[in-house]
């Protein structure tokens, strides 16, 4: 197998502590960049192509570089710790079993962009990552690592915890920064953007947690190493997680660009008992459904982007012939739609409307028109809303319908579904 | 300034405006329905989506900033799917009564639906509908008819200065409300009636009155206190139904307070004055008057005025005491002095709007009844009354026996007197001592001018006709004075502005029927004597 660079620590006992870090190199690279001026960590960051690891896959180094020199206001580093995306459970270990890359990252990026002060917002439900963070924070804070003056460099540094308290759209940056101050969690309107005016109207920048983790490796083994770990312009190694009808299913760090079919069939050991794949999401429940003919692909931001959907998160969910389509996004519309902030329009309307009539097909009460009122409500939704998380419903709405459409109709036609009736306990109400 | 072409109109907009003030601002109107004028954008609603030319996505034009060569679509076929589908989102969930629905007429999703919606729903699916919370006993809430535009929450934290709603759930179950359920608070809640653009928010005291297409509005002005708020008063079959706020940005910008609001209870008060004590009380009044005037003895007269009255009231109440009955026993109640800034300011409207002098003219009666050589207050004329200086004493709009602050000795004093006459609104304890009581208009009747406390003249007009035999105090004084044999040709508040601009400091430029909406600026003293000193010494002045 290819080389492990975030995960390299997973398998070492008390890979949370402080010692077993530096035992094996661990805040050398933030050594490092202190003897740097800020400005050569931006561009060695850069240079290695570092792509965020939150899904959107912007370039790290250039979002740094996007935030003033001089700011009236403190500027602030957000760790996006909120991992809510269904099928995306990469950060969660990375906070369990090597929290002070993180912090380290952390330390290393506010040197670079200037700010002194970072917090880590930890989805609401993550326990065990919350106290792992908190206790790396203490034995960092001890060993001069944060606070001030870390490592005798004059340079102040602190991190803190915010846990989150439950909602999906907290993901989304600024609404992060939102509850971050205390308030409801709901995405402000952009412009101005974050590197301007964000967490407490200071410039802000809100980097995930994988892609801060890389950080400390690009410092000690150079740009041009995580540039070559994988095709152009997709450098690094990625975090996949693979959740479904798989034999083993987990998080594996292979080199970006690895090819779906790969990890499906030589990582994942193939689908479970004898059955056949039918449709595998890529990068987290947001992304279009790709058919098995589509899987020979790699799984980078490009490629993907290619045949019309994203790497996102890197969270593949693989699903059998055993699968009804039609419940699959039922179950992931009334994700959405509760979700919703209820801010905007389209999406706290829309996304209900969607589920309901999903709810309706499934059920065995599909009409004629439906497919294409659902269609058109997606349509009506995208690229129409205060922040992505319409879209994140209408993509794979419209994805499951475009890949699987007889199925649909056979669901209308037939009056129910065929692989069976609607269990229980998801046949509620939009209210979820 | 930046130049952007809107549906190919080329425009100009102000430095930082965004694209839709500058469309309103050039009679350009794209719908919106989150986005008002006095408060923060959030751009929540989606109504005023446009197409701006090289953006990826539709933009929302209330919070994207009017740039030089931007090139915006309002019309196009994306944006009116746009709009239509906004719409068709809202409609989801409303309950579509709008036939007992108090904002018919006057909603914009009502509107903007008619013009821009679906004749039919495509929503198939059921309703869910929202609790009842009674929100206070000023403003009626149906969340079932919200739209989530947050402007109620955006107005009671950013303006009203009372954080007091919010928004509570998620998704399609997101409501707005106040926070524990709590009553709102807020003395100026009334204008969550106005400031929410559909039904979900409604005036409880005008529940089920009246049709907004069937009344008539005249703009006037609330007499609740010495800002002199703009206001439209509503009215339908002779009776005024709401006050509602009239824009004016140099005095109460949008709003208007809940016990201004309030004012119009006055009119049918059931204490309300509304005949003479006898059909004769003219000729009785003038005839006292007369027998004193004839006695040289029109000092022993008293004339206390109140600062409730016009600006033409109390010109003629002073013109009737100096140069008929020949008293210099003129007085009125000083209204409180405020050390607050006036406004209207950004700060929130509780630290500025409600003024501590409740009277809407105590500027004008300085103005004016202190431009006679000798005026006293109120409690000089009781003292005067108890040492026996006057023996009569005509009162308008007063109840000095209560504002005298002590009961016994008012009365006492009053009782003294050889007559006294109340002219008033409404019965007070001075009104029962009273020989004679004439009927006077509420502020709802009358037609004239107040000067509010930054010295601004503004026009109260009659939205209804008097009631009873009421009228305003200066048709009482003209036909008292007639009685006494004067030539006076005043006939409405106009002819007697005209004498008031030409005799009263500050007043030169009032003409009651060209009175600017916004109000008039009064002619400050000190800038007139300034402008001459200039023009006669200028050269003296440099020296200093």
Known sequence: MAEKILTARFETPDSHLLNTYQADGGYTALKKALTMKPEEVIELVKASGLRGRGGAGFPAGLKWSFVPKEAEKPKYLCVNADEGEPGTFKDRYLMELDPHAVIEGSAIACYAFGAHIAYIYVRGEFKVPMERMEQALAEAREAGLVGKNILDSGFDFDMWVHPGAGAYVCGEETALIESNEGHRGMPRLKPPFPAVVGLFGGPTVVNNVETLAFVPHIMNQGAEWFAKLGPERNGGTKMYGVSGHVKKPGIYELPMGTSLKEIIYDVCGGIRGDHELKAVIPGGSSTPVLTPDEIDVAMDFDSLAKIGTMLGSGAIIVMDETTCMVRAITRLAKFYSHESCGQCTPCREGLAWIHQVLVRIEGGQGREGDIDLLLDICDNVQGNTICPLGDACAMPVRGFIKKFRPEFEEHIQKAGCPIGPFPAPWAGSAKG | ?544
């Open chain 2, 1 to 544: 300034m930046p130049k952007l072409t809107i549906d190919g109109v080329e425009i100009e907009a102000a430095q930082g405006q965004s694209v839709l003030d500058a469309a309103l601002a050039h009679g350009i109107h794209i719908p919106h329905l989150c986005y008002h004028p006095r408060l923060k954008v959030s751009g929540n609603c989606r109504m005023c989506l446009v197409e701006i030319e090289k953006a990826p996505k539709l933009q929302i034009s209330c919070g994207t900033e009017a740039r030089d060569g931007m090139v915006v679509q309002t019309k196009s076929e994306k944006v009116l799917k746009a709009r239509q589908s906004v719409l068709e989102f809202m409609l989801i969930n409303h309950p579509l009564d709008c036939p007992t629905c108090d904002q018919c007429g006057e909603c914009k999703l009502q509107d903007y639906c008619s013009e821009h919606g679906q004749e039919e729903s495509r929503y198939g699916e059921e309703k869910h509908g929202f609790d009842v919370l009674d929100v206070g006993p000023d403003i009626s809430r149906n969340m079932n008819r919200c739209i989530h535009c947050t402007r109620c929450i955006r107005f009671l934290r950013d303006v009203a200065g009372s954080e007091e709603f919010t928004l509570y759930e998620r998704g399609s179950h997101t409501t707005v409300g106040p926070y524990l359920e709590k009553a709102l608070e807020s003395p100026f809640s009334g204008n969550l009636a106005e400031v929410c653009p559909v039904g979900a928010l409604t005036c409880k005291h005008f529940r089920f009155k009246g049709r907004s297409w069937l009344m008539e509005k005249s703009r006037t002005l609330c007499p609740g206190c010495a800002r002199g708020c703009n206001a439209y008063a509503w009215t339908s079959k002779q009776e005024v139904l709401r006050l509602t706020p009239a824009e004016n940005d140099f005095v109460n910008q949008s709003w208007l307070c809940n016990a201004g609001r309030a004012s119009i209870a006055q009119i049918e008060a059931k204490n309300r004055i509304l005949e003479p004590t006898r059909a004769t009380a003219m000729e009785e009044l003038a005839g006292v008057l007369r027998a004193l005037i004839e006695k040289d003895e029109g000092e022993k007269v008293g004339v206390l005025a109140s600062p409730r009255l016009t600006n033409e009231d109390l010109y003629l109440i002073r013109k009737l005491a100096r140069e008929v009955i020949g008293t210099t026993h003129l007085a009125f109640v000083p209204g409180m002095s405020d050390d607050r800034p006036f406004g209207p300011l950004d700060t929130p409207l509780t630290e500025w709007f409600i003024r501590a002098d409740p009277t809407p003219n105590s500027h004008g009666a300085r103005d004016i009844l202190h431009s006679t050589e000798h005026t006293e207050n109120a409690f000089d004329l009781i003292e005067a009354a108890e040492k026996g200086e006057i023996s009569s004493l005509l009162v308008f709009s007063e109840d000095p026996v209560t504002s005298f602050g002590d009961v016994d000795r008012a009365t006492k004093a009053l009782g003294q007197l050889d007559f006294l006459a109340v002219i008033d609104s409404h019965f007070s304890p001075t009104a029962e001592l009273a020989r004679l009581v004439v009927p006077e208009a509420s502020f709802a009747e009358k037609d004239g001018t107040f000067t509010n406390e930054q010295g601004r003249i503004q026009r109260l007009r009659a939205a209804i006709p008097a009631r009873g035999h009421s009228q305003s105090a200066w048709q009482t004084v003209t036909e008292v004075a007639k009685h006494l044999g004067t030539v006076w040709t005043f006939n409405s508040a106009a002819e007697v502005d005209r004498e008031i601009a030409s005799k009263i400091p500050g007043y030169q430029d009032l003409d009651f029927d060209t009175l600017p909406l916004e109000g008039l600026a009064l002619v400050q003293a000190d800038e007139a004597d300034q402008a001459e000193a200039e023009e006669s010494t200028p050269d003296q002045d440099k020296k200093e």
